[in-house]
């Protein structure tokens, strides 16, 4: 609780008022109202029973505020103490007057002074400061509190003619002193502390050390006996009052952190969800790139853009997806935590820390991301709408093969073609030439040696109502493990010599989407390669957009 001069103030009247009825009652219980008694029953089972409630009210509040490192210098000690006295009080204010009645106040009392000296270990003993001594000493008040009714005949005597006997009076005394010592312990650490909280407590314990002598000085429902009654219920009542403006401190505070969370919240979630729409932006341009480039006739141009696909966009795309799911599940945990009230503000710092670490490596990532496809947008490739005609495939190949030959005699390749010169198809010629020129492509970049001298066949021919292509080489061929992957995109076998991994690929694209046909491989280590194609003489529908 915070130092005010008001508090202050308020707390030193109190004591005043105190000590003034601790007087009062003692003066007029041996002077105008000697022997004059009140046994009001009823009204001391309320009072007993409020005084009760209230330590146990008090003794929660301070283990609330413990969870938020606030109240009391001594949160643990003092309620551990409020609940065995609240017990021991609950069962005070149950039973009829006579010994019990009295022996169950009196071990509340030194019970009382007893838990609360334990604050005077507070800094040697870390076992008064734990969960097991509260649960043990709340079990063994509930444990005394009951052998005590069950066996009434069996306590000592408390009240012998209307008088306490020595028993009792000791009980309290010695209960009373230790309050006195607590007292003294607290007033000693508000000194260094200024925590009016322990001051309150300090003058709790005196009150209530002050009630345990004056009980020495009274008898059974009389003047002094009804002064030290209204002592400890005032000590009680101004912990409550105080401690409920510290709780409404604490509900203020965390009123302020709900609305700091939830700005931050939805702060973060806008980002998220700006962060994720960009994510999908990429991926959809991508992908619609990345179809815009196996519909390219010039493919090869196109591989150092492709291997930037490869190797870098799915770096930093991974990456931004982990840092989502991360910053999601930790927002879940937030607002699970926040939805059952056990938030603190450790746990808000920590994930506003690891969000603010998360977004960088996440907004580092986009920008990667962003580079890349600038890269894409520098292509300048028109696309063009191919129509279906009907062609003479000897002739329009052999017009192919003569556009590859300078890369063909360059690295002293040949190729053979066989085709009946008089064999037509009405297919789309464009997808023709783009399918030859790769598969020639594949075969000097990775079927054979620098220095050996290749062969390549192509032969074309009829097959029902189907156009059969036949294209082998002679090249090193392929192993099983290779051959099942050579249709995987970004698959290469020269991946460190400039490989893409989209040779194979995009041909399997263009036979089975481009003329919507089926292309099969043979091939085994030294033997070189061999494709089957087949697609329909006949197309009629526009050609498929290639992705």
């Known amino acids: 609780m915070n130092i005010n001069k008001n508090t202050h103030i308020v707390i030193w009247i109190i004591i005043g008022v105190s000590l003034t009825i601790h007087g009062a009652s003692l003066l007029l219980s041996n002077t105008l109202l000697n022997n004059i008694t009140w046994p009001l029953i009823e009204a001391h089972a309320v009072v007993e029973t409020f005084g009760s409630a209230v330590a146990l009210f008090i003794a929660l509040a301070l ?20 609940l065995v006295m609240g017990i ?20 509340a009392t030194f019970f009382g002074g007893l838990t609360f000296i334990t604050l005077l270990a507070h800094n040697r003993f870390t076992w008064f400061k734990n969960r097991y001594w509260l649960i043990s000493a709340c079990t063994a008040a509930i444990i005394i509190g ?30 009373g002193t230790m309050f006195f010592v607590a007292a003294v312990k607290i007033l000693l650490v ?22 345990a002598i004056m009980f020495e000085q009274s008898k059974l429902w009389d003047t002094a006996w009804w002064g030290w009654h209204i002592l400890r219920l005032m000590a009680y009542i101004v912990a409550l009052g105080f401690l409920l403006v510290e709780g409404m401190q604490i509900l203020q505070e965390l009123k302020q952190h709900k609305e700091q969370l939830e700005e931050l919240v939805s702060e973060r979630t806008r980002s998220l969800v700006e962060t994720n729409q960009k994510l999908e932006e990429t991926v ?34 991974g990456i931004g997806i982990t840092s989502t799911t991360y910053l999601q599940q930790h927002l879940d945990d937030l ?11 450790g746990v808000l710092e920590d994930f506003i820390s690891d969000s603010t670490g998360a977004c960088k490596l996440l907004l580092k990532n986009l920008q990667r991301t962003a580079n890349l496809i600038n890269s894409f947008k520098q292509v300048a490739v028109d696309q063009s709408c191919e129509q279906v ?65 290749g062969e390549i066949t192509i032969e074309l021919f009829k097959h029902d109502e189907h156009i059969e292509l036949i294209y082998k080489d002679n090249g090193k061929g392929m192993s099983e493990l290779e051959l099942s992957k050579l249709f995987e995109p970004f698959y290469t076998t020269k991946r460190g010599s400039g490989g893409m991994g989209l040779g194979a690929y995009i041909i399997y694209n263009l036979v089975t989407q481009g003329l919507d046909g089926d292309v099969h491989t043979v091939s085994e280590p030294g033997k070189g390669l061999e494709y089957r194609i087949a697609f329909a003489n006949k197309q009629a529908t526009p050609l498929k957009v290639v992705s």
């Open 284 to 317: 959809a341009y991508l992908n619609r790139t990345h179809t815009q480039l196996l519909e390219r006739e010039k493919m090869a141009s196109l591989g150092d853009l492709v291997a930037g696909v490869a190797h870098e966009i799915n770096t930093p795309i």
């Open 88 to 107: 021991l009080d609950g069962f005070h204010a149950a039973v009829n007057v006579g010994q019990t009645f009295v022996w169950l106040h009196s071990i």
């Open 63 to 82: 283990l609330f505020f413990e969870k938020y490192n606030t109240g009391t210098s001594f949160n643990i000690e003092i309620a551990t103490a409020l």
């Open 389 to 453: 005609r009907a062609f003479n495939v000897h002739d329009y190949v052999q017009e192919i093969i003569a556009a590859l030959s300078p890369e063909i005699k360059k690295h002293d390749h040949k190729i053979k073609f066989h085709c009946d010169p008089g064999l037509i198809a009405t297919t789309y010629p464009g997808v023709i030439f783009q399918i030859i020129s790769n598969l020639v492509a594949n075969s000097i970049a990775h079927g054979f040696k620098e220095s050996e001298q």
């Open 190 to 211: 508000y000194r260094d502390s200024h925590n009016v909280s322990d001051l309150l407590f300090c003058l709790h314990c005196f009150l209530f050390g002050a009630a």
């Open 146 to 175: 009951t052998m005590s009714l069950a066996y009434p005949t069996d306590l000592p005597h408390m009240v012998e003619q209307g008088h306490f006997t020595g028993t009792a009076m000791a009980l309290n005394v010695i209960g």
């Open 335 to 345: 607002t699970m935590k926040y939805q059952t009230k056990v938030l603190s503000t």
